[in-house]
Structure formats: structure tokens, C-alpha cells
């Protein structure tokens, strides 16, 4: 199948905000999800958005959806080094298939 | 409790051994789902069982075989498998398949093959 599309790394300062950005596929996909994976570790969700919506805020994280450029992005807010992690998107295909995004590597600078 | 459990957390296998991986969840959920995952790679989904009935099986090797004993219960069992086949193997769930459910994550098995 197309590839979920994300940028491989990313790096930031203790403190400042991160951006993750994701391209999906489907336009037809009802929600959107964000995972979070530590080192050896298994996929965290992190939040998700109802493709109805343009914006979820949830504490730190702030999710932002374009549905016509079929794009979707992540915000942190005060980026901690607790925070790096590979970040994946997800979208759901036919069938309740997950298909998840290439993956972003996030790098916090003490 | 969204927890998925897994065991082994890490097994290493020669080419010649039969094991299994075993996954378990108390949330109700009724549809469950195993993923290879390499190293720096997102998780590929392998299998797709609905209802302790298998659903998708996306073209895995004959050589992992699953097995849904029950609702609560998934299993990967495995034989002669290939140094190829090393990877996390994740084990998920969520309420139904064929919905737009949230899919919760175990925390994987480390496997070798060596």
C-alpha cells in the first residue's frame, strides 16, 4: 500500500515546542491516531482525532488536521527529555487495518 | 485498565525450535491483532482475529501459525523460523474489527533466531 509519510528525525531544546508532522493516505479514515515508542518498548498511545475535526487539545499535545492536504500534525508543548521517543501516525484503512506512518525520531537537547 | 500483556519478553530460538508467544487482555475487546516490527521500522500488521475467529492473515509464512483459545487469549506459535524472522512482535487489541476502534498496545517480544 502508499506510505504513511513522516519526517525521520527531529531535534529540540528542553523547553521549546515540538512539531511531528504526518502525511496520510485515505481520505476516508475516521480517525487519526498518534503512538509513542521508547526504546525497546511497545506503541503508547498518545491521543487520537475524529476526522470531523480540525484541532484536539489534550495538556501538552495539540493535534491539528487538514483533511484536504490530508495532513496531520502533532505539537508538544514544553518538549521534556522524557519526551524522546519515535513518534508513529496512524490511519485506519478498510477493515479497521491500522497502517502506520514511517515513523519521527524525537531528540531533546538538554 | 487499557493493558495488553505479552510473554516472553525476549526469546531466542534456533532454527530448528518450536515456540510460542503468548498475549493476553482483560478489557473486553474482542478483536486482537499480532505485528512484526524491525528495528526503526513502523509495525506491519500480521495477523487479524475477530471474535476468536482469524479475520486477515496478510500473507504471513506458514511458519507462524496463530491460535485464539479464547477471548481473552492470543498465541503465536512458532516453527523453523529464519534468522530473517527476528524482530519485536507486538500483540494489540480494541473493542471490535471492522470499526474505527483504538488499537492498545502489549509491550512486545524480543525475538532472536539465530
Known amino acids: 500500500g502508499e506510505d504513511v509519510e513522516q519526517s525521520l528525525f527531529l531535534s529540540v531544546r528542553e523547553g521549546d515546542s515540538s512539531v511531528i508532522n504526518c502525511t496520510y493516505t485515505?481520505?476516508?479514515?475516521?480517525?487519526l491516531y498518534w503512538y509513542k515508542q521508547e526504546p525497546g518498548a511497545g506503541l503508547q498511545l498518545l491521543t487520537y482525532i475524529f476526522s470531523n475535526m480540525d484541532m484536539k487539545q489534550d495538556q501538552r499535545l495539540t493535534v491539528l488536521l487538514n483533511k484536504k492536504d490530508k495532513h496531520l500534525s502533532l505539537r508538544i508543548a514544553d518538549t521534556q527529555t522524557g519526551d524522546s521517543a519515535i513518534y508513529f501516525c496512524?490511519?485506519?484503512?478498510?477493515?479497521?487495518?491500522?497502517?502506520f506512518g514511517t515513523g519521527t525520531s524525537l531528540t531533546v537537547i538538554p | 485498565d487499557t493493558e495488553v500483556t505479552q510473554t516472553p519478553k525476549h526469546l531466542v530460538m534456533g532454527m530448528t525450535n518450536k515456540k510460542s508467544l503468548k498475549c493476553e487482555q482483560h478489557?473486553?475487546?474482542?478483536?486482537m491483532y499480532w505485528y512484526k516490527q524491525k528495528a526503526k521500522k513502523p509495525p506491519e500488521l500480521m495477523f487479524v482475529?475477530?471474535?476468536?475467529?482469524?479475520?486477515i492473515n496478510e500473507s504471513v509464512p506458514s511458519r507462524f501459525s496463530p491460535e485464539c483459545p479464547n477471548s481473552s487469549l492470543l498465541n503465536l506459535h512458532l516453527h523453523a523460523l529464519q534468522p530473517e524472522d527476528s524482530a519485536l512482535y507486538l500483540c494489540a487489541s480494541s473493542q471490535v474489527a471492522g470499526g474505527s476502534d483504538t488499537q492498545y498496545f502489549g509491550p512486545g517480544t524480543r525475538l532472536t533466531v539465530l
Open positions: 496512524a490511519e485506519i484503512r478498510t477493515g479497521n487495518q491500522f497502517y
Open positions: 478489557m473486553g475487546h474482542r478483536a
Open positions: 485515505d481520505s476516508s479514515s475516521t480517525y
Open positions: 482475529y475477530s471474535y476468536e475467529k482469524l479475520s
